[in-house]
């Protein structure tokens, strides 16, 4: 296997998704399955090729600092779970 | 009522033969006899499409008609739309209503169109056949009991049924091509940069376009004159002019030179779809084009793995936004906010999504970065070079757009890497940012096969001028 159940579990808790035993499971034989087939990148010579993160010729697009008209905050928090006048609220944070 | 294109829906309008309202009713009413057996959309908005309708008569009494004003059209349900529902087929967004629209949806509004509902996709535009939809899996229309393609396959299905004049659908890995070729119409996926991702909702930032889905090329085309061009809001949009791009439908294409690349026509490709594509391509000949049968880019085996590790990546980044805390869906049962969030994420994403966001993370992680992220990312640069080099010898590419025609619903929804290889041919594409179309070519056992034209950067014009010379009525 490619990949442990231990480390499933801990990439899920980076990716903070919570996983059952029987999606640890799955996803572990299915994850390790999947890299072993990209194990063909390994083969590939990429002795001085530069990555490329995007394909178009553009770089460092600026704008001027300007204000503009934006959403009003009823707009932005009409799909609010939950809110406190214009604020946000979530369960404890710590605790 | 049978299918109209784009053109023929507009001679009707602009002869005063039909008026939007009443077009819109024929389709709102072909949608409720067909939507029981194809299920293309997630939400149908009937009042919505009757209201732009009346509007869309109002403009052309004024004698302000375009091409596409008071024409009804499907929108997959991944572009924003102000006030009407955008779930992504996922649970997490199933209440979500944008506050604001997409540059496209402005400018298809400016147009004076008709959105007739949103439609049905893999959840996030993660897939190729929409089993991965959240809420339920859309049909073919040639085939009740196949899939239409993924992920747009209900903006596919909605156009191949007739539902909808044209659709929108988006391309990340094939999302657009694939299921236009398993339903038998057109799709067309633009050149990286050239139509606005503003609203677009982000799976895989560097490889996602929204392109059109049409009954022919010239539809296409005359999508792309509304949709494509420069958005400040998309700082990856590229200021191109833009051209007419039915300038060059239908044009002559004696001595063009167009490759054929050999190593499309070898992996588990069907004999059916090989032999329509090579009958296609043969047209091209006789049509005048210069073929090289012999064409070759080495690097495609290695397109797969090298966008499973990119897309994957990418994803994992935008769906942390995923949070149960601004909009969407929320589980409040934790012990703490942590807690709360990935029992959200646990409750809202199905497995594909799960799969991907985990292969990402685990790309991207510490330790193991350089060996996939980054390894990935030159095998990106080396497949982007090898369509550089062809491009020197070639005015386009030609492929067949998947390798199989529409398979069986459940087939292949146990086997994730089987899915992803339905994808093997659209997928280098999106990693060297071309634009590509996928036309029909005529039916393998009563299921339509599709041809691939593969263009240089912004050279949307040439690869419809090509697609138009060979295709065919289904």
């Known amino acids: 296997m490619a990949l442990s159940k231990e480390e ?52 460092n697009v600026l704008r001027k600092d300007e204000v503009k008209p934006s959403l009003s905050v009823e707009e932005v928090l009409a799909n609010a779970p939950d809110r406190e006048g214009d604020f946000l609220r979530i369960n404890t944070v710590l605790g | 009522m049978e299918k109209l294109s784009i053109s023929q829906a507009h001679q009707l309008l602009k002869n005063k033969e039909v008026s939007s309202v009443e077009l819109t009713q024929a389709y709102l009413e072909k949608i409720e006899s067909l939507e029981p057996s194809i299920k ?43 006030g009407i529902r955008t779930t992504c087929s996922s649970k997490m967004l199933f209440n979500y209503i944008p506050p604001y629209d997409a540059t496209v949806m402005e400018r298809l509004y400016g147009s004076g169109v008709v959105v007739v ?45 007739g539902e909808a004049v044209y659709a929108l659908g988006s391309d990340t890995g094939g999302s ?18 050239r139509v606005s991702r503003y609203g677009l909702v982000a799976f895989a930032s560097s490889l996602d376009q929204i392109g059109p889905m049409t009954q022919d090329t010239l539809d296409a085309a005359l999508v ?18 833009v051209p007419d791009y039915t300038s060059l439908i239908g044009k002559d294409i004696k001595g063009m030179r167009i490759g054929a690349p050999k190593e499309y026509f070898e992996r588990g490709i069907e004999s059916g779809v090989e032999r329509l594509v090579r009958k296609a391509i043969s047209k091209l000949e ?56 990935a029992l959200t994420r646990q409750v809202g994403f199905g497995d ?25 990312q030159k095998v990106r640069t080396i497949i982007r070079r090898e369509f550089d080099e062809a491009f020197k010898k070639y005015d386009v590419l030609v492929t067949p757009t998947s390798p199989t025609v529409a398979f ?25 940012g071309l634009p590509a179309i996928s036309i029909p070519v005529g039916l393998e056992k009563g299921l339509p096969v599709g041809l691939q034209v593969i263009g240089k950067p912004f050279n949307e014009g040439t690869v419809l001028k090509v697609a138009s010379a060979c295709e065919t009525k289904n």
Not at chain 2, 177 to 187: D, E, H, L, N, Y
Not at chain 2, 296 to 321: G, K, M, Q
Not at chain 2, 419 to 424: K, N, T, V, W
Request: glycine share 8%; proline share 6%.
């Open chain 2, 224 to 241: 792309m004159n509304a949709i494509a061009g420069y958005d400040e809001r998309d700082a990856t949009s590229v200021p191109e002019p």
């Open chain 2, 40 to 82: 293309a959309f997630v939400t149908i908005t009937p009042e919505v499409a009757l209201k732009q309708a009346a509007r869309a008569d109002e403009m052309i009494a004024r004698g302000d008609i375009k091409p596409l004003t008071g024409i009804p059209v499907a929108i997959k349900d991944l572009i924003s739309t102000k």
């Open chain 2, 408 to 432: 069986k619903i459940g087939e292949k929804a146990s086997d994730p890497y089987q899915m992803y290889l339905s994808d093997i041919y659209t997928l280098p594409v999106n990693i060297a």
């Open chain 2, 352 to 376: 594909e999504v799960k799969r991907r966001i985990m292969l990402g993370t685990y790309a991207l992680s510490a330790g193991y970065y350089d060996a996939w992220y980054l390894k990935a």
């Open chain 1, 8 to 59: 499933v579990s801990r990439i899920a808790e980076l990716a903070r998704l919570k996983l059952d035993d029987g999606e640890v499971e799955k996803f572990t034989t299915q994850l390790s399955y999947i890299l072993e087939q990209f194990q063909i990148l390994q083969e590939v010579d990429t002795t001085d090729i530069p990555p490329t993160a995007q394909a178009t010729p553009i770089k």
């Open chain 2, 176 to 193: 657009i091509r694939q299921p236009a070729s398993f339903c038998g119409v057109v799709g067309l996926k633009p050149t990286y940069g």
């Open chain 2, 286 to 341: 006789q049509l005048g084009a210069v073929v090289d049968w012999d064409a070759s880019l080495p690097h495609t085996d290695c397109a797969l793995a090298c966008y499973y590790i990119i897309a994957p990546s990418e994803a994992s980044a935008n769906l942390s936004r995923y949070d149960g805390v601004k909009y969407g869906l929320s589980v409040r049962v934790g012990e703490n906010v942590l807690e709360d969030m």
């Open chain 2, 117 to 161: 509902g949103k439609t049905n996709m893999d959840e996030f535009a993660m897939g190729s056949s929409t089993e991965n939809s959240a809420f339920f899996t859309t049909h073919n229309p040639y085939d009740l009991e196949r899939v239409p393609g993924g992920s747009s396959g209900g903006s596919a299905a909605a156009v191949a049924a």
